[in-house]
Nanobody, 122 residues
Framework: QVQLVESGGGLVQAGGSLRLSCAVS????????MGWCRQAPGKEREFVAI????????NYADSVKGRFTISRDNAKNTVNLQMSSLKPEDTAVYYC???????????????WGQGTQVTVSS
């Protein structure tokens, strides 16, 4: 059974930082593109970041470039999202995804986590 379990969300003031983690089990983690998408209330799910399984390429949404960093540990089957200089508009439920197509899309994911809430107060 495939499981993606996010952790690390919470409430933070604007300008602060949070680190999200996603623990993955039940799949060949090192063979999957891993990434993060988010969904704010009343909005569609949007791409945040991706880390490819081959070549170690990363890509970020323009709205988070320079503030967020995605990393992965194939030995521990985890993918992380370090978020800095947070803004109120970063408030959303953040989802970990396995199998994202490379680019700036939430499409193509084979598996999703349950999501973790990030709230940034002004």
């Amino acid at each position: 059974q495939v499981q993606l379990v996010e952790s690390g969300g919470g409430l933070v003031q604007a300008g602060g930082s949070l680190r999200l983690s996603c623990a993955v089990s039940g799949l060949a983690f090192s063979s999957y593109n891993m990434g993060w998408c988010r969904q704010a209330p009343g909005k569609e799910r949007e791409f945040v970041a991706i880390f490819t399984w081959t070549g170690g390429r990363t890509n970020y949404a323009d709205s988070v470039k320079g503030r967020f960093t995605i990393s992965r540990d194939n030995a521990k089957n985890t993918v992380n999202l370090q978020m800095s200089s947070l803004k109120p508009e970063d408030t959303a439920v953040y989802y970990c995804a396995a199998g994202l197509a490379y680019g700036s899309t939430c499409n193509g994911a084979n598996y999703w986590g349950q999501g973790t809430q990030v709230t940034v107060s002004s």
